[in-house]
């Protein structure tokens, strides 16, 4: 891993044969466009003389070319007469996720049929693999049992429950009868379970026993319980038994007069159900925002655009093929669970679902999941992989990983060693990174790199098709051929664009629309360098105020990983009398280092000598651990308000509170 490339220079460089495999390059054949940049002005910008181009050309093409299935054709690709944010996206159609996802797979006259939709691997080892004929008919149990319990379209319906394999049935079993999905992380504590039933009115929630994690039961059902009397709403919780055999096991908290086991009340239902036919516009799932920063956002998706969006970026960004593996380390309470099940189902592929942690009960369990189930496809967040990192290559050894043909990340930004660790140790040089960055409020991404092309590392390639992105400065004027950095927005809307959020239009619009006129402020530092590859380093609403100049916390996180000493860290801002903000540094150190004052020195100076004087931490810390969520990412907010000694608010989404006691300590 010596003698690596720096950031600027490009690391990846598809072959010729790769690039013509692809599924993006069959897609600018037919189009007749040549390269990258052509692709992306031709579906986001109507080019003059160009009649096949454009947003709505590109929305509208994608439909027949992706082979997404309307009951009713829609009138026009939108109507935005109340301008981008209220767009109607497919005014007129009829349309069902579930129809696209799962019905026309399970067909008796459809080749999907008998093939597997889920593989599963629990944490003790067990495996499940599900085919499409086999989910098809436990949803469709799910859609008539929660018609039986007098849910109807536009309903809310919550789901708080591991990753098993019933989670993509009952997903699939609300989008059947209308009603609004509405996934909640299995690591929220009974605080943050309460705000989204209540905030969602939830009048069923579907949960389990339990899970494992690190060889340990981690309890629902009682959770559960508390976050209904806190909440209200809830008249039906139907329960899955994953841990208990009810018999001399651990007893679990029971209200006869709501609760009901699984298979006594989803299991009896008949195995038919006709999907309802529903507007293109109708909402299908409220997916929340993780709650990092004041109340949790509750983001409106419909049918139409979370469908399209999902699966134009699992066709061309992930290069969906029929023998796929995917498997993305995620929670179906994430955008990314969602995501990968929409995505990958609209075509029939086959995902895969893991139930626990990732180094249980060794640090190869992820390379030994891949080795044994032949993944072709591995997403995964950069904490993760610092994490894994951090254990040593050696945990790779006598694992086969040449199924793997593409990696994916997302989350947050990267490191160049993190970065390049993945690609070479994981990848073997030879996978592309498909580092993607858009969020809950899409469903889908921003910016995303083409499997066609080359890539330096911690690269976001550049915009999605059909998503107009810009960099923008404090004035909203586009700055993103100039290689400073700016705002990331959207010039226009997309399909799976929130409609609005459930609270209300004038949180949407002072979220997200009103830093400039017409124009979505997804609250990101953005940058296009000279080569015309694109970066993140971080959100711009954490920037720290030092005497009157702004950095991200990722920059100064970056700097001290690039540091040979440092493998994971995370940059704080703390009053300071004379600056206003200083900054204040953790790191978790190689295995191989350990904590010196020479060192806090060096790390200081080197992250001067990157960044500038003024941005020297104030402190050096050291610790073991970060406080994460149980998909990987670092809480900053937890870490700066142990140090400032202010209230942390909810931390019901640490995996790890004892990391807490560790940040203490180290101040």
């Known amino acids: 891993m010596e003698g690596l490339p720096a950031v600027d220079e490009v690391v990846y460089e598809p072959s010729r044969e790769f690039v013509e495999s692809t599924n993006v390059w069959a897609f600018m054949r037919e189009h007749d466009i040549d390269d990258y940049d052509e692709l992306i002005e031709r579906t986001t910008t109507d080019v003059e003389g160009v009649e096949a181009s454009g947003v709505d050309w590109f929305w509208d093409e994608i439909v027949d070319y992706l082979g997404i299935e309307f009951y009713e054709e829609y009138d026009a690709v939108r109507d935005d007469t109340d301008g981008p944010q209220f767009t109607d996206w497919y005014p007129g159609g009829t349309i069902n996720v579930a129809h696209n996802v799962l019905d026309r797979h399970a067909d008796v006259e459809s080749p999907h049929r008998n093939r597997v939709a889920c593989i599963w691997e629990g944490e003790p080892g067990e495996t499940r693999e599900v085919t499409y004929h086999e989910l098809h008919r436990e949803a469709n149990r799910v859609a008539n049992a929660l018609e039986e319990r007098g849910i109807e379209t536009g309903d809310t319906v919550a789901l708080y429950m591991p990753m098993i394999p019933e989670v993509v049935s009952i997903l699939y079993g609300c989008f059947k009868v209308g009603a609004i999905a509405v996934p909640i992380f299995s690591g929220f504590a009974a605080d943050a379970v309460a705000t989204r039933i209540a905030d969602a009115e939830a009048r069923v929630l579907f949960t389990a026993d339990g899970f494992y994690r690190r060889g340990s039961h981690v309890y629902l059902k009682g959770t559960a319980d508390d976050a209904i009397e806190e909440a209200g709403h809830v008249e039906h919780t139907i329960v899955y038994s994953r841990l208990s055999d009810r018999e001399g096991g651990v007893p679990i908290p029971w209200d006869d007069d709501r609760d009901e086991w699984w298979d006594e009340t989803v299991n009896r239902q008949d195995s038919t159900y006709e999907t309802k036919e529903l507007d293109s516009s109708q909402e299908s799932m409220l997916l929340y925002s993780s709650g ?23 066709y061309f960004g992930f290069d969906h093929k029929p023998h796929d ?154 700055i993103a051929d100039t290689n400073e950095r700016g705002f990331l927005v959207a010039r226009d809307s997309c399909p799976s664009m929130s409609k609005s959020l459930w609270s209300g239009d004038e949180r949407y619009l002072e979220e997200y629309w009103r830093t400039w006129d017409d124009c979505w402020n997804h609250g990101d530092w953005a940058q296009q360098d000279e080569d015309g590859f694109w970066f993140l380093h971080g959100r711009s609403d954490d920037a720290l105020n030092v005497a009157g100049r702004k950095v991200g916390p990722a920059e100064v996180e970056g700097a001290l990983i690039d540091h040979e000493a440092v493998n ?54 050291f610790v073991d651990e970060f406080p994460k969520t149980q998909s990987g990412k670092i809480i900053r907010r937890a870490i700066e308000a142990t140090y400032n000694d202010e209230e942390l608010g909810d931390m019901s989404s640490i995996e790890n509170p004892e990391a807490l006691e560790k940040i203490e300590r180290a101040r």
């Open 292 to 314: 990092t920063t004041g109340q949790p956002k509750g983001i409106v998706h419909t049918h139409a655009g979370v469908l399209t969006q999902c699966a134009k970026e699992l």
């Open 325 to 478: 593996r995917f498997f993305w380390v995620s929670d179906i309470g994430w955008m990314m669970g969602p995501w990968m099940l929409i995505g990958n189902h609209a075509f029939g592929g086959t995902t895969f679902m893991y139930e626990g942690a990732p180094d249980h009960p060794d640090p190869d369990r992820f390379w030994e999941l891949i080795d044994r189930h032949g993944i072709t496809v591995f997403g995964i967040s950069p904490t993760a992989i610092r994490a894994l990192r951090k254990r040593g290559e050696e945990w790779l050894d006598g694992h086969d990983l040449s199924s793997l043909r593409l990696l994916g990340s997302t989350g947050e930004p990267w490191d160049p060693e993190s970065w390049r660790w993945f690609h070479e140790a994981v990848g073997r040089g030879e996978c592309p990174i498909i580092n993607i960055s858009g969020g809950t409020e899409i469903c889908g991404c921003f910016l995303m790199p083409m499997p066609i092309q080359s890539l330096k590392p911690c690269t976001l390639g550049g915009p999605g098709l059909g998503m107009a992105i810009d960099i923008v400065d404090e004035d909203g004027e586009s």
């Open 568 to 621: 994971q860290a995370a940059a704080i801002g703390a009053p300071d009398d004379t600056t206003g903000t200083a900054v204040v540094a953790y790191v978790v150190l190689e295995p191989d280092e350990l904590p010196a004052e020479d060192l806090r020195d060096d790390l200081r100076e080197h992250v001067g000598e990157e960044l500038g004087k003024p941005f020297r931490p104030r402190e050096v810390l």
